[in-house]
């Protein structure tokens, strides 16, 4: 059984940074793809940021040059550096293990609680 757990969430000024946190059980991180999802009620579930089980990132246009989605593999962590937040930024942050599917990485069914992350104006 897969379990995630995020941690990092809270309030922040407009232009500050934060540091997201994924740690979890059942799946060994190193060996899997992952990535960051958010979502704001009412809204879509948004892609925020992957990273591939060779480690290459990639990211949703609307954190590019912000964010940065990196792994510690031995440890079973993944994380999120998210530099000069905005307002738009504010939503509920998941991790998940992502699957390949004719090249494209998508959500699996394992997502955590999430963390909620407000971005003040």
């Known amino acids: 059984q897969v379990q995630l757990v995020e941690s990092g969430g809270g309030l922040v000024q407009a232009g500050g940074s934060r540091r997201l946190s994924c740690t979890g059980s059942?799946?060994?991180?190193?060996?899997?793809?992952m990535a960051w999802y958010r979502q704001t009620p009412g809204k879509q579930r948004e892609l925020v940021a992957t990273i591939t089980k060779d480690n290459l990132p990639n990211y949703g246009d609307s954190v590019k040059g912000r964010f940065t989605i990196s792994r510690d593999g031995a440890q079973n962590w993944l994380y999120l550096q998210m530099n000069n937040l905005e307002p738009e930024d504010t939503a509920t942050y998941y991790c998940?293990?992502?699957?390949?599917?004719?090249?494209?990485?998508?959500?699996?069914?394992?997502w955590g609680q999430g963390t909620r992350v407000s971005v003040s104006s």
């Open positions: 059942g799946v060994a991180f190193s060996g899997v793809h």
């Open positions: 998940n293990v992502v699957i390949k599917r004719s090249g494209t990485l998508i959500p699996s069914k394992y």
